[in-house]
């Protein structure tokens, strides 16, 4: 960034400039949150009250492989965004993303299909 010189500027035009770069920087800020989630981990405790489930629910998931963990010694730890992640996988579509997956389908069958 070059240097600057500034001789004059009038309060309107100070004001405006400091504005314009507070903008720039929360819209910077606020990409960098968005692109970098923070990850943390949780023990069986933490995700039990993340997941508002009971403990014993917890380790059953744990015993079944059905929830992503890790294992160092006879402790448990778990990774929030992997959490989050876990889910999101369980989310069920809406009946708009149905519609557009089966008219999508259809029209690849169309397409490429052995009798088109």
Known sequence: ????????????????????????????????SQQ???????TVQDTANFLSLSVPTVYGLISRGQIPVMKRSKRCYFSRV???????????????????????????KKKGGING
């Open 1 to 32: 960034m070059q240097a600057v010189t500034i001789t004059q500027i009038t309060p309107p035009e100070l004001e405006a400039l400091i504005e314009v770069t507070v903008r720039k920087v929360l819209s910077h800020a606020k990409l960098q």
């Open 36 to 42: 970098q989630p923070t990850d943390e981990l949780l």
């Open 82 to 108: 992997e959490l989050i992640n876990y889910l999101k996988e369980g989310r069920k579509k809406t009946l708009s993303e149905i519609t557009v997956e089966r008219d999508e389908y259809l029209s690849s």
